[in-house]
């Protein structure tokens, strides 16, 4: 079942308690496009994502930069609080779990299985923490 950008963003919005619809969207962009330049192959361009109609466009396809250690949960909080301009890191986390929490609720069976494996083990345990959405 494919979710609506719209539906994936509402989600956000109530998770992350945004004023807006704005900051919510401002938020899902950055961490997706964020997770999008650390993930490798399939995770990124053919999951069959319920998203991945609207979402791919802004994560972006080309290989990512490869390193030998992975992206820890606190420099995707660092990377977050600097690129969406958040004055704390407690903004930052706010924003980084609503996005996970909503996207785990829409991926199922493998996809669901392969992106929490390939996240710091923090970010997986907020991907994972809720049963998806049937």
């Known amino acids: ?65 490869r390193s030998t250690v992975g992206m820890t949960f606190e420099q995707m909080l660092e990377r977050v ?12 986390e706010v924003s980084v779990r609503a996005v996970l929490a909503a996207l785990g609720r829409q991926l199922t069976g493998d996809e669901r299985v392969e992106l929490a494996a390939r996240l710091a083990h923090e970010a997986a345990v907020t991907l994972t923490s809720e049963i998806p959405a049937t």
């Open 81 to 92: 609080r600097y690129e969406g301009a958040y004055t704390t890191r407690a903004q930052a």
């Open 1 to 65: 079942m494919a979710m609506r950008w719209e539906a994936f963003l509402d989600q956000v919005e109530e998770r992350g308690a945004y004023g807006t619809s704005e900051e919510a969207e401002r938020a899902a962009r950055m961490v997706l496009a964020l997770m999008g330049a650390h993930l490798v192959g399939e995770v990124v361009g053919g999951t069959g994502c319920p998203l991945e109609a609207t979402a791919s466009p802004m994560i972006p396809q080309q290989e990512p930069r």
